[in-house]
């Protein structure tokens, strides 16, 4: 997507932004201590939270979207929310998006609304309307819990109430939360509506991490202009680098371990994630990819996250004196993508006995303590028992992107082989039909000049082939990157995946996409149905 005329000419009118300032709290200044989110717990069994999704521009033109939350009169913006396996989440959203400027007006695209189907208020999809996706929670596709096709929130409307029960079996990790109406799911994202979700219980399977000091840090994207890709900057923690000269600060004591719990909220950034000490990246741990506890834990350099992926990994903190930075390596993405260029997240500010030059703006709250609990092993865990299973179903799918003229790719596919390329639309049938007790192997290809992020709602698969080589991954994953195409002469690259529609929880009708989300947005996604 190198080029985005087509785009420019149509929302010319966003480049001249004047939104009327509303009511998104401020962010931390640049350079400043990175906290983690305020964190949301459940007690006995219940997390019970209300958000009001707000909508302001800041000094610097950047448009923001905030989930707010009230806690006891502070306002916090994307909280965590922490739960146990079991436990029911009650969501309440309030969509008070401000859009009372002409050129908003100009950006908002008609999507055809779903027929038949509404959850929530219904009407049109658009800039203003929103909903939520609990990226990565194995819990039932439908409305008023992670429903994404027929729900629609629109502005000044009562609370829409989300109520789920986290499964008994939901992997112990990190997930998360975001806008997902089709056709606007980047501009929200872009704007900073993001959370973690954490499922606790991790120390159960995986206990290096006991008693670590855990950090949590979601790491956003964001355009000047949404949908007009260019320029980007990251932040972490809401703390940007802008000017790449004052870094993020992350501070840790000298020789410290801490379990870090890494979010790719960005809207399509593949995070090369590096942690640099004295100028070499030294290994990080891994202990879950994507809110699945690893069999075995495993040491690398360099962490892959596409964009919507999670890695868990605990960090060992050089002796005092050294440098240390939290760093992204270039990612390459293709002829046809955006380069996703070297940078530093955070510097690393090694502090004895918590004496810092900095001050942390404000304290975070402590999550519940951790109740001293067994060791239980991976195999217990769901999907672990997958690799054994019989298959059902074979199919191969594929990434293809069209080109219009001179200026790049204009259309963007997803599509299960034999069908005809076709973009999403809300009233389509399912591209795939299965049954609860499915396991299917998926091969997924990409034809395109671009590398494409593939993800799917629901439930979590399992990587067993990349370029039809044994893949050598033993965890689950929800979202997965698919190198670009070089072009004639060359073998597409794919990946080979095992779906498993046994738990009869997440029955219904639910997408899988690429999670660059200007691509899902303009349709690179379709629906599968699972009968009951
Ligand atoms: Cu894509």
Same mark, same amino acid.
Do not use: M, Y
């Given at each position: 997507m190198r080029s985005r005329c087509w785009l420019a000419i149509v929302? *010319?009118? *966003?480049?001249v932004l004047s939104w009327a300032a509303s009511d998104c709290p401020p962010r931390p200044a640049e350079g400043s201590v990175v906290n983690d989110p305020y964190a949301i717990s459940s007690q006995n069994g219940v997390l019970t939270a209300r958000f009001t999704l707000a909508h302001s521009v800041d000094q610097d033109g950047y448009t923001h979207y905030c989930y707010k939350y009230d806690a006891s009169g502070q306002i916090e913006e994307a909280p965590t929310l922490r739960v146990n396996p079991g436990d029911t989440l009650n969501l309440e959203i309030f969509?008070?998006? =401000?859009?009372?400027d002409q050129n908003a007006k100009k950006m908002t695209m008609k999507m055809p609304a779903a027929q038949g189907e509404t959850c929530g208020d219904g009407g049109n999809p658009s800039l203003d309307a929103t909903n939520v996706h609990f990226h990565g929670?194995?819990?039932?596709?439908i409305c008023h819990q992670d429903?994404? !096709?027929d729900t629609l929130i629109q502005p000044g409307s009562p609370g829409f109430k989300y109520s789920m029960q986290i499964p008994t079996t939901e992997p112990p990790g990190l997930y998360w939360y975001h806008p997902h109406?089709?056709?606007?799911t980047e501009f929200q994202v872009n704007g900073g509506a993001a959370g973690a979700i954490v499922v606790e219980g991790m120390e159960k399977y995986r206990? %290096?991490?006991?008693g670590l000091t855990e950090r949590i840090f979601v790491i956003r994207q964001q355009y000047?202009?949404?949908? !007009?890709?260019?320029p980007y900057e990251l932040s972490i923690n809401y703390v940007v680098d802008q000017n790449e000269k004052v870094p993020p600060l992350i501070q840790m004591q000298p020789g410290e371990q801490q379990f870090w719990r890494v979010v790719n909220?960005? !809207?399509q950034d593949f995070l090369e994630l590096e942690v640099v000490v004295n100028n070499k990246p030294e290994k990080l741990e891994i202990i879950a990819l994507d809110g699945y506890p690893l069999a075995k834990t495993r040491e690398e350099k360099e962490i892959l996250i596409p964009p919507a992926g999670r890695a868990e990994f605990i960090v060992q903190a050089p002796p005092s004196g050294s440098s240390a930075v939290f760093y992204t390596q270039a990612y390459s993405t293709g002829p046809t993508g955006n380069p996703d260029v070297a940078g530093t997240l955070a510097d690393i500010e090694l502090t004895d006995n918590n004496q810092s030059l900095h001050t942390a703006k404000a304290p975070t709250p402590a999550p519940a303590p951790k109740p001293a609990s067994p060791s239980a092993s991976t195999?217990?865990? =769901?999907?672990?028992?997958l690799a054994h299973q019989a298959v059902t179903a074979e199919r191969k799918l594929y990434f293809s992107e069209e080109f219009g003229g001179t200026n790049g790719p204009i259309q963007f596919y997803v599509t299960v082989d034999g069908q005809k390329q076709r973009v999403f639309e809300a009233? %389509? =049938?399912?591209?795939i039909t299965t049954k609860v007790g499915a396991v299917e192997d998926w091969t997924i290809e990409n034809r395109a000049l671009e590398t494409h992020a593939f993800h799917i709602h629901q439930i979590h698969f399992k990587v067993l082939e990349v370029d039809g080589k044994?893949?050598?991954?033993?965890g689950m994953r929800d979202t997965i990157e698919i190198p670009y195409w070089s072009g004639p002469g060359t073998p597409y690259h794919s990946v080979k995946v095992r779906m498993d529609?046994?738990?009869?929880? !997440?029955a219904g009708t639910f997408v899988f996409h690429c999670h660059i989300l200007l691509h899902e947005d303009l349709g690179m996604m379709h629906k599968i149905l699972v009968e009951p």
């Open positions: 929302f *010319c009118g *966003c480049s969509n008070r998006i =401000k859009d009372d929670l194995n819990v039932p596709p429903d994404v !096709i109406v089709h056709g606007f206990p %290096e991490v006991q000047l202009v949404p949908w !007009i890709p260019g909220a960005s !809207i195999a217990a865990l =769901k999907f672990s028992d009233d %389509e =049938k399912p591209a044994p893949a050598g991954d033993d529609f046994r738990d009869p929880t !997440i």
